[in-house]
């Protein structure tokens, strides 16, 4: 995969007189999470290269220390809003970007730390911590969307390093990302893998799951998890029926639903349901 832009001459010359090519300004910004989805970046090797080539790494702690003052053109984020530091953080951030990305389960939906949504923070605190009163942290861990304008939501846990390239390339060239948004049950049947639920009784959540993982689990015999989020269409109510026929309970049907996008929209309201 070969990424090009869109560029510019800027008015300022080289010591020879030439004119130097504008190349746009990318930050990598990173909140509550693993780090797992900035490594996806860093782990796109050869296109990775094709990348650079063709932007100005400003920010990005993974990869150097090297700071580049903003505006910049393309900011990509990783990670929930867990604090209130963070919360103003990304707000700044925002005001500074002429684009951004969340990239990630933790930023598209609160992420498997958001299992916190669903308890007693400050008993958890009190539970943990030998002194609480140190902990200075929000009720909830929320996603990006919810603090500030988002130009693109890129999901999975970790996210599709394939999907990245194209979703960077698509928003520098100024149009939409190619990116399906089909369930995982079709990548399934493009890659020939028979149904689990249907062959072998196995819990999936590939019905109601965005498609990016690539086929993944199921091609191993392992239910979806939903590693990437709910699908555009979900019927969640309709599987948990299903998952009941196959003979899950309530409370393991809850828990199946509150994984790494328990948090997500569709998989939130399908596991409050059976609470």
């Known amino acids: 995969m070969v990424v090009t832009t869109r560029t510019k001459k800027t008015t300022k010359s080289t ?23 900035q490594l996806s970046l860093l782990s796109c090797e050869d296109d990775l290269l094709d990348v650079v080539g063709e932007i100005e790494i400003a920010y990005f702690l993974e990869a150097t220390t ?63 911590y030998a002194r609480p009163d140190y902990i200075s942290t929000l009720r909830t861990s929320s996603p990006i969307h919810e603090h500030v304008p988002v130009d693109f939501e890129l999901r999975g846990c970790p996210i599709n390093k394939n999907q990245l390239v194209e979703v960077i ?20 049947k493009k890659n020939g893998t028979v149904c689990l639920m249907v062959a072998k009784g196995v819990p999936c959540l590939g019905p109601v799951t965005h498609a990016g993982c690539g086929n ?21 109510p309709s599987l948990a029926r299903q998952l009941e026929k196959l003979g899950m309970s309530k409370q393991e049907i809850r828990d199946f639903f509150r994984s790494y996008n328990g948090n997500a929209g569709a998989f939130r309201e399908t596991s409050e349901a059976y609470d």
């Open 15 to 37: 010591k020879s007189g030439a004119e130097r090519r504008y190349r746009p300004k990318v930050a990598v910004w990173k909140f509550a999470s693993c780090d797992g989805c």
């Open 66 to 128: 090297a700071v580049i003052k903003g505006p910049y053109d393309l900011s990509l984020v990783e990670g929930s809003i867990t604090t209130e530091h963070d919360a103003q953080r990304i707000r700044k951030i925002r005001q500074q970007s002429k684009k951004l990305i969340t990239i990630g389960a933790c930023a598209t939906s609160g992420g498997i730390q958001a299992l916190r949504n669903f308890g007693d923070v400050d008993h958890f605190i009190r539970s943990v």
């Open 169 to 188: 390339n698509a928003t520098l060239n100024e149009r939409a990302p190619n990116i399906p948004h089909v369930s995982q049950c079709v990548e399934c």
């Open 216 to 236: 993944l689990c199921p091609s191993t015999d392992r239910g979806c998890f939903g590693c990437f989020g709910p699908s555009e269409a979900p019927n969640g």
